[in-house]
């Protein structure tokens, strides 16, 4: 079974440039989710999908960050623009029925100078 | 708001040695899971044991098992029989009982991790 794709893996930009970061969840995981990992500290979640519906986006700084998930299955997150505190590893996630068990991807690491 | 905290940044061990790893967390809630995933360098995240908080026994699995104490509510992690492989930062997280009208689907909040490394 494939897990879940991320692209990029690493990414550097400048302050005020955008960025967008792509996921492909496990087939057939109703759930996806985008975590944000600062470095030393535990992933913070930014936004859940449920098929393509937003559950919780409530930690989604809307002013920078914008986040779909087409036709329920890829899920694109986009920073437009970019500050120095969003460098980070931005994790996605999937899941299907059993509760908090969660698949992630390898993560994409920003680095914005 | 539920907070999750793992209050040792670091620790080590010698291969085959058991370790302890620590969590407390604060809730209002009764019904709740909580979970350990380990991150190994450069590696994804993934689950290592989950406990349901209605279950008095703990849960197990190979050689990792926790101590649930929902009274003080803490929630430790043991690794026997440490492995090289064990090297990782370790997480432990919890997540409310999602309602059946909210889709089954709660979110994740996770504590700030915890590096362990097993020397041989």
């Known amino acids: 079974e494939a897990g879940v794709a991320q692209s990029p893996r690493y990414k550097i930009i400048e302050k005020r440039q955008s960025v967008a970061f792509w996921c492909n969840p496990i087939?057939?995981?109703?759930?996806l989710y985008w975590y944000q990992q600062i470095l030393g500290q535990g992933p913070k979640l930014l936004i859940q999908?449920?098929?393509?519906?937003?559950?919780?986006d409530s930690q989604l700084p809307k002013d920078r960050f914008s986040a779909e998930r087409l036709k329920g299955v890829d899920s694109t997150l986009k920073i437009q623009p970019a500050k120095l505190e969003d460098s980070a590893v931005y994790l996605c996630?999937?899941?299907?029925?059993?509760?908090?068990?969660?698949?992630f991807g390898e993560g994409s690491r920003l680095t914005v100078l | 708001a539920q907070t999750v905290t793992q209050s040792q940044p670091e620790m080590s061990v010698q291969e085959a040695e058991t370790v302890t790893l620590s969590c407390t967390y604060d809730?209002?809630?009764?019904?709740?899971?909580l979970f350990w995933y380990k991150q190994p360098p450069s590696r994804q995240m993934i689950l290592v044991i989950r406990?349901?908080?209605?279950?008095?026994q703990n849960a197990t699995e190979n050689r990792f098992s926790v101590n649930f104490q929902k009274a003080a509510k803490s929630f430790s992690l043991k690794i026997s029989d440490s492995q090289l492989g064990d090297t990782a930062m370790y997480f432990c997280?919890?997540?409310?009982?999602?309602?059946?009208?909210?889709?089954?689907?709660?979110?994740?909040?996770f504590g700030k991790g915890m590096k362990l490394t097993v020397n041989p």
């Open positions: 996630a999937s899941s299907v029925k059993r509760a908090g068990e969660l698949f």
């Open positions: 087939s057939g995981h109703a759930t």
């Open positions: 999908f449920q098929n393509n519906g937003v559950v919780d």
């Open positions: 809730t209002s809630e009764n019904n709740y899971y």
């Open positions: 406990q349901e908080a209605y279950k008095q």
């Open positions: 997280a919890f997540m409310k009982h999602a309602a059946i009208t909210q889709g089954g689907s709660e979110k994740l909040v």
